[in-house]
């Protein structure tokens, strides 16, 4: 059996990780500023992480959603304490896709209500509802093709309160920061708006967090910027560090009941492990502040290197736009920095995700290396 195509692939096979480093079968060294799509929130093979899987492991692995499992409401506390959010309700699932997909549902069945605003941009997953609601229409299959998603200029309020006024939206979704979009960053203004309009007119704000939450911002949620507090967040990504778990916030005002959602596979022992040690290191080790820190190091000496366009970002979620198509650059950055980077549906945009603990060091043998590039190409 062959397995099926879709993935371009780096001619890259790592066999070993640490923090910010990743070894191949050959010994060669790699700086990971990527970390699997801003999957790793506290670096690789974090021992506190290794130690808390570990025992669980020993213990028990997994059993399905129909016994207790006292682990799912240790990480709710802890997720509530240090993500502002304590009388809110979670839902655990394994994925951001599955995420969204349960916030559209949640927020369909508290409004009775059938259309969702999305915007230009967007990247909200790859199944049903959500590819839907993604900006990217060579995803979209015939089945997933609907006639429920309203799609809207990015930051524009007025359209969002034109749209709403028709009472027909169950739900406005939005990233807290544009990832795949080319980090693309929500104003203030236009979040607050949304949050008005959405109460005003009956309508859910359902903020997707799962690649700018979880501290990558310089805080919890990147929402948070602007003061605001949506119905639903969800989370995934930097969650579980690399193990699969995700999750949805939701408000109080949401009432659940018994059968309206359900998972074989989410909140089990293990995504439970993982998670709460990834709160546990973040909280230890100050991880929101160091990525705030190191983020606007990041950007101050980006924005300083000639034939750099522009920086968008915040914290360690960072966008970094040239004059030109940026994948010969970041192949460069590989093959002879031997350092990961991202990419973007702006091609001309560089995403730099790197783990929460991420040092200057680390930073400054990226901008060294990026800085040579760009100039041999100016």
């Known amino acids: ?30 700086l990971d500023l990527y970390g699997g799509h801003a999957v790793i929130s506290i670096g690789h093979s974090h021992p506190h992480y290794v130690q808390r899987l570990t025992d669980q492991l020993n213990n028990i692995g997994f059993y399905s959603n129909s016994v207790k499992i006292p682990q799912q409401q240790e990480l709710a506390d802890k997720l509530g304490k240090l993500s502002g959010y304590e009388d809110y309700q979670l839902f655990l699932i394994n994925s951001g896709a599955e995420a969204n997909e349960n916030a559209l549902k949640l927020a369909s069945f508290h409004t009775g209500r059938k259309k969702v605003i999305s915007f230009s ?15 990217d229409r060579s995803i979209v299959a015939p089945v997933n093709e609907t006639e429920n998603i309203i799609f809207l200029p990015f930051n524009d309020a007025a359209a969002v309160e034109e749209t709403l006024a028709t009472n027909e939206v169950a739900a406005i979704i939005v990233e807290g920061i544009q990832g795949v979009g080319g980090v693309n960053i929500p104003t203030t203004q236009f979040l607050q708006d949304l949050e008005k309009s959405a109460r005003k007119h009956g309508a859910l704000l359902i903020l997707d967090e799962i690649q700018s939450g979880y501290g990558r911002s310089g805080k919890f949620f990147a929402h948070q910027h602007a003061g605001i507090k949506p119905d639903l967040i969800t989370i995934a990504k930097g969650m579980g560090n690399g193990f699969p ?4 916030l939701i408000s109080p005002e ?38 705030s820190n190191m983020g606007s190091y990041l950007m101050e000496k980006a924005k300083a290197i000639p034939g750099v366009r522009e920086v968008r970002g915040q914290g360690l979620m960072v966008g970094i736009e040239l004059e030109n198509p940026c994948a010969p650059l970041r192949k460069a950055l590989l093959d002879e920095y031997r350092i ?7 091609k001309n945009t560089i995403r ?3 783990a929460l603990n ?21």
Not at 21 to 30: A, P
Not at 273 to 291: G, I, K, R, S
Request: charged residues 15%; hydrophobic residues 45%; negative net charge.
């Open 121 to 135: 941009k967007s990247f909200h997953g790859r199944t049903s509802a959500v590819v839907a609601a993604t900006d």
């Open 352 to 354: 730099v995700l790197p």
């Open 1 to 30: 059996m062959n397995l099926f195509d879709v993935y371009p692939l780096f001619d890259i096979t790592p066999v070993k990780a640490l923090g910010s480093t990743l070894w191949d079968e050959n010994g060669t060294e790699y």
């Open 254 to 291: 949401i009432p659940a009941k018994h059968g309206m959602l359900g998972t074989t596979f989410g909140g089990n022992y293990l995504a439970c492990a993982a998670a709460l040690a990834v709160l546990e290191v973040m909280e230890q080790e100050n991880l929101v502040e160091n990525a």
């Open 245 to 248: 778990v995700a999750g949805v």
């Open 340 to 346: 990961f980077t991202g990419s973007a549906s702006n």
């Open 358 to 378: 991420v040092t200057k060091a680390e930073i400054d043998r990226f901008l060294e290396a990026f800085s040579a590039l760009v100039s041999q190409n100016a």
